[in-house]
């Protein structure tokens, strides 16, 4: 089915208006646990919707009536790693500078007190970037697998495999820092 | 799938939990935005903004909260373009002009409106 894409210039902004309000948590989710803090994820939040915005009626002419965040997603994908190759620095942690600017709750406050999922929060801050942004789709953004294929250019195949590693490696990792915490 | 699994991607799931935007995100979003469009025409070409619609019609609607242009507002934009000579002199082409507007407008909206 092709999508009907208005021509109409209001109704085309009526449009991107309701996606905005759709996706714009989805989209500052990812940046935020791409970037590490809020000043940066909002920044990336607004270069996304941005672009998004510019391309838009042409998504919607090509998206064959299919959801349109994997779209926005593959575009804040691409501008975080425009992000750390201009200004060469790696991701931060997610926790560390959660409470820099305030939010209506961060992920420093909801991980209070919670050993293991801090832990879990620093392993996936060392993964590989593909793994740990596959497992930022699935896990904050509750993205299927073949969502996330879409916004990383993969098969649905190669996705579920790319997703079963993540998962198994960062157990590891947070199993065998687990085991030389207990070990002091 | 065995139940340690399920339970470590339930861990997952509760560490990863979707973060909030700012309230007034979108706020800031019309702010830089009316900014762009309204003082850097010239300087945006190389963004090609000229080409876009009017971004305006889809941040305002989605506010989530109201704000008025206000003497802040205007405050931002006159110290931008008080420092467009200046930020033309230092650039090498009409990008590079483009993302220094943009960054002053950061660092005024900053400054001048924390709260927004």
């Given at each position: 089915?092709?999508?009907?894409?208005?021509?109409?210039?209001?109704?085309?902004?009526?449009?991107?208006?309701?996606?905005?309000?759709?996706?714009?948590?989805?989209?500052?989710?990812?940046?935020?646990?791409?970037?590490?803090?809020?000043?940066?994820?909002?920044?990336?939040?607004?270069?996304?919707?941005?672009?998004?915005?510019?391309?838009?009626?042409?998504?919607?002419?090509?998206?064959?009536?299919?959801?349109?965040?994997?779209?926005?997603?593959?575009?804040?994908?691409?501008?975080?790693?425009?992000?750390?190759?201009?200004?060469?620095?790696?991701?931060?942690?997610?926790?560390?500078?959660?409470?820099?600017?305030?939010?209506?709750?961060?992920?420093?406050?909801?991980?209070?007190?919670?050993?293991?999922?801090?832990?879990?929060?620093?392993?996936?801050?060392?993964?590989?970037?593909?793994?740990?942004?596959?497992?930022?789709?699935?896990?904050?953004?509750?993205?299927?697998?073949?969502?996330?294929?879409?916004?990383?250019?993969?098969?649905?195949?190669?996705?579920?495999?790319?997703?079963?590693?993540?998962?198994?490696?960062?157990?590891?990792?947070?199993?065998?820092?687990?085991?030389?915490?207990?070990?002091? | 799938?065995?139940?340690?699994?399920?339970?470590?991607?339930?861990?997952l799931r509760e560490a990863l939990t979707p973060v909030d935007?700012?309230?007034?995100?979108?706020?800031?979003?019309?702010?830089?935005?009316?900014?762009?469009?309204?003082?850097?025409?010239?300087?945006?070409?190389?963004?090609?903004?000229?080409?876009?619609?009017?971004?305006?019609?889809?941040?305002?609607?989605?506010?989530?909260?109201?704000?008025?242009?206000?003497?802040?507002?205007?405050?931002?934009?006159?110290?931008?373009?008080?420092?467009?000579?200046?930020?033309?002199?230092?650039?090498?082409?009409?990008?590079?002009?483009?993302?220094?507007?943009?960054?002053?407008?950061?660092?005024?909206?900053?400054?001048?409106?924390?709260?927004?």
């Amino acid at each position: 089915m092709v999508e009907e894409v208005p021509t109409d210039k209001a109704e085309l902004d009526a449009r991107f208006t309701e996606l905005y309000r759709r996706h714009v948590r989805d989209v500052y989710s990812y940046s935020y646990y791409r970037v590490g803090n809020h000043y940066d994820a909002e920044d990336l939040t607004e270069q996304t919707f941005l672009q998004a915005y510019r391309h838009f009626e042409r998504a919607l002419r090509e998206s064959d009536g299919r959801p349109l965040r994997p779209w926005l997603i593959r575009i804040a994908h691409n501008l975080a790693a425009n992000f750390y190759r201009d200004r060469s620095r790696k991701p931060e942690s997610a926790i560390e500078d959660a409470g820099l600017i305030s939010a209506p709750h961060t992920t420093e406050s909801l991980v209070e007190g919670r050993e293991e999922l801090k832990a879990i929060l620093e392993g996936v801050s060392q993964l590989p970037d593909d793994r740990r942004e596959a497992l930022i789709m699935r896990f904050a953004l509750g993205m299927d697998n073949r969502e996330i294929a879409r916004a990383l250019g993969r098969t649905d195949g190669a996705t579920k495999v790319l997703l079963h590693r993540a998962i198994r490696q960062l157990e590891g990792m947070v199993s065998t820092n687990g085991n030389e915490e207990s070990g002091r | 799938m065995s139940s340690g699994t399920t339970d470590f991607e339930a861990l997952l799931r509760e560490a990863l939990t979707p973060v909030d935007p700012p309230e007034d995100l979108t706020a800031r979003m019309e702010l830089k935005l009316v900014n762009l469009t309204e003082l850097a025409q010239e300087e945006l070409e190389a963004w090609e903004l000229s080409a876009m619609r009017d971004p305006r019609n889809w941040v305002r609607p989605a506010a989530a909260v109201v704000i008025g242009a206000g003497a802040g507002t205007a405050l931002v934009v006159l110290r931008v373009r008080s420092r467009h000579r200046t930020r033309k002199q230092q650039s090498s082409s009409r990008f590079d002009l483009a993302q220094r507007t943009l960054q002053d407008i950061r660092v005024e909206a900053r400054r001048i409106l924390p709260n927004r």
